[in-house]
């Protein structure tokens, strides 16, 4: 566990650097950078000064040890935009983004395991078919409608919850929901499916033929043999609404990283950008390294590879 | 005589299948003396491992169980709840299943998978368990048993796995263990090991034990008594002595011709073979089963057979008046 655990970092920390490589260069490619900050009315003259002023004219390898150096002491570089720190702009809304992303997990969390093992114990019955609906129902339907009719209805006709901004957990409730449900259907169905599976083993017989109730049976032998792939999904959705809450920050004008990304590619606020780039592609390595590490624990089998 | 620790009495299982109800268990009858060993015998798919499975509760959902009795050790298994059939299952009465390669769970270790029965039926403590685990882990011939403990299932071979299986059934003590072919799915030079260690246990811890197999080698060594089973029916039944000695269905007859005996069975003549095919039992069916594929079948063979009783318990399901005659002897 440990060997394997070693391992892990070690391939984290490579693809960590790659990460790093490709969020540097994917904006040296989009163009040159002088000309984009200096703006469409800029002299040659303006170009050729913010260039030297940025450092842009000195070979790209530089430029990138540079930038890397900086960044792995804290240092992101300045907004073009706002009078901060890029660290400490994401530092502020990354709060914000860190809970909505974990009530949203949670909630989805709470949904799926649930009902995608009750489906699985209650195949093709009511029961299933019901979490099948609801599970397409939550597909289907696209989260910012979601958010808005969750506005509508808690918001302005009962008036329960705060419908915008990010002062109190209240705030956080309605978003999180849309956040969860709509990752929940992916997560139960596949709970669902490895339920199914798992429960017509033979080493579930086994486990009936020792005499254990229904509860361990099902929480104790079956699960843990059924959630892996479910966890390892789990680290991909908490990552999709780290980087992707976009649309539910916008929708509940919650000051995340997501308004934020939007808003500085919409500005062209290259640093702010990149920033937020490597933050989010790294979120994904340690989210990979998290899931991996608690699958092998899971199942010893995963040790060895 | 003591009260039998099983005692079955006309059991059937049905399964609803696609083209009707199969009747895979038909008319079953079987009792298994304390400390004594049962040998179930018959071709595959004959209901012989659903028969073990209908006495532990294991069946499939699908599946319904009927009989006239179904007693263990004297307490009624059909009437029985679900939480004291579970007090009973793994505690004193016991499974060995056929495939020790998925049957045990491969997220949690050895240690952990053979304590469970033992703390599950508070036959001690922690430390009790993992004594007693290590100490059958030996008894069963597994070498290193105290690291074995942590070692998870895709550690071990088949074999090993399946004398893990066989310490796990004796972890509680059983007064019971039902073997559903325990060596099918092993080398075979491994399969005679483990019979011969499941019959030593047997006696050394007095069990009953209700072994079924199709190697009739083994079944002449350590069965106390025998039940043939050919398509969901115990064609005969009776001591092992008087079923080997003196086969009265001719399809005993014909399963003890096909047992290759060294010195005896020369090369190249052809060991023992019954001709045709298991009868589809699918819908129902009326007389003897086995008419199609025997030799001596006559008109009475289409009707209801009825179950003839010899001396010592010893009874078949047979319209012939004598000794069935060896399928051998008629052919050549």
Known sequence: ?305 | MSTPVLDVRHLAVHIPVADGVLHAVRDVSLTVAPGQTLCVVGESGCGKSLTSLAVMGLLPASARRTAERMDFAGEDLLKMTPPRLRELRGNRMAMIFQEPMTSLNPAWSIGDQLTEPFLRHGKGGRRQATDRAVQLLERVGIAAAGRRLGQYPHELSGGLRQRVMIAMALMCGPDLILADEPTTALDVTIQAEILHLLAELQREMGMGLLLVTHDLGIVARVAHRVAVMYAGEVVESGPTVAVFDNPRHPYTRGLIDCIPIPARSRPGVPLGTIPGLVPNLVGGMEGCAFRERCAFATGPCARAIPIVHGDDGHTWRCVLLERAPSLLEKST
């Open chain 1, 1 to 305: 566990m440990l060997r394997f655990t070693l391992r892990r970092l070690v391939l984290a920390a490579v693809v960590g650097i790659a990460v790093s490589v490709i969020a540097f260069m994917l904006l040296r490619v989009s163009g040159d950078l002088a000309i984009a900050l200096a703006g469409e009315d800029a002299s040659p003259a303006d170009v050729e000064r913010i260039r030297q002023e940025y450092g842009l004219n000195r070979p790209i390898i530089a430029q990138y040890g540079e930038w890397l150096w900086r960044a792995l002491r804290g240092d992101l570089g300045r907004s073009l935009f706002y009078p901060e720190s890029v660290a400490n702009l994401i530092l502020t809304r990354l709060p914000v983004t860190l809970s909505l992303a974990g009530m949203g997990l949670v909630i989805a969390i709470l949904i799926a395991l649930p009902l995608g093992i009750i489906a699985a114990l209650r195949r093709n019955t009511w029961v299933d078919r019901t979490a099948l609906g609801i599970a397409v129902i939550g597909q289907a339907m696209p989260n910012f409608w979601f958010g808005l009719l969750m506005i509508f209805l808690f918001g302005l006709a009962l008036g329960w919850l705060p419908i915008s901004g990010s002062d109190s957990f209240a705030h956080f409730i309605m978003p999180a929901i849309t956040l969860g449900w709509f990752s929940a259907p992916v997560l139960m169905r596949l709970t669902r499916g490895g339920m199914v599976e798992v429960m017509n083993s033979d080493y579930i017989r086994t486990a009936h033929a020792k005499g254990l109730p229904a509860r361990v049976v099902v929480l104790k032998h079956a699960l843990r043999n059924a959630i892996v792939p479910v966890v390892a999904l789990c680290s991909v959705q908490f990552g999709n609404m780290l980087s992707g809450s976009v649309v539910i920050e916008t929708v509940f004008a919650l000051q995340g990283i997501g308004y934020l990304a939007w808003e500085a590619i919409s500005r062209r606020d290259f640093p702010v950008v990149q920033g937020i780039l490597l933050l989010v592609a790294l979120f994904y390595v340690v989210l990979t390294l998290l899931a991996d590490i608690a699958n092998a624990w899971l199942d010893p089998r995963i040790r060895r590879g």
